[in-house]
């Protein structure tokens, strides 16, 4: 089993900056692949950045690409996501996830095994 916890949300103003965290425990944080997804109200969760085992690769979709970094310390067991230049439309909960390989994949979300509870973003115009 591995937990995720999300940590770092926020109301911001548009144009504004975020830092999101998710702090990992359990099996070895290192042999997964993390990523981040969002689900805004009235809508379907969607992808929104992965990174591979040892962070060499990551993925975004290309809403955020440009704006997001998503990046990982193994020695602490943590992802993270930075967002910038942050639009009233990426306000949503955000969700970090874990995988059991050790690739980026393709973004969908049946290949991610742990979720975490989701912390909120609320981005104002």
């Known amino acids: 089993q591995v937990q995720l916890v999300e940590s770092g949300g926020g109301l911001v103003q548009a144009g504004g900056s975020l830092r999101l965290s998710c702090a990992a425990s359990g099996r070895t944080f290192s042999n997964y692949a993390m990523g981040w997804f969002r689900q805004a109200p009235e809508k379907e969760r969607e992808f929104v950045a992965a990174?591979?085992?040892?962070?060499?690769?990551?993925y975004y979709a290309d809403s955020v690409k440009g704006r997001f970094t998503i990046s990982r310390d193994n020695a602490k067991n943590t992802v993270s996501l930075q967002m910038n230049s942050l639009k009233p439309e990426d306000t949503a909960v955000y969700y970090c996830?874990?995988?059991?390989?050790?690739?980026?994949?393709?973004?969908?979300?049946?290949?991610?095994?742990?979720w975490g509870q989701g912390t909120q973003v609320t981005v104002s115009s």
């Open positions: 990174i591979s085992w040892i962070g060499l690769s990551t």
């Open positions: 996830a874990a995988k059991m390989v050790r690739t980026v994949g393709t973004g969908r979300e049946r290949e991610y095994d742990y």
